[in-house]
């Protein structure tokens, strides 16, 4: 699975998601879609430990 699967299939979800939850929807789709835009394609698997502070 891609980062980008993992958005399209939290995208789906936000039709049946009960309103109280959509902004912790949202924030977990941006955190994805920044991780992949920052080059971080498999965030499961990546070592951390050497990013820069």
Do not use: H, R, W
Request: charged fraction near 40%; include cysteine.
């Amino acid at each position: 699975m891609t980062n980008k699967d993992a958005v399209k299939a939290l995208k789906q979800i936000k039709t049946y998601c009960d309103a109280e939850l959509l902004d912790e929807l949202d924030y977990a789709i941006q955190v994805i879609e920044k991780l992949e835009k920052d080059g971080i394609s498999n965030p499961l698997t990546e070592d951390f430990t050497k990013l820069k502070k």
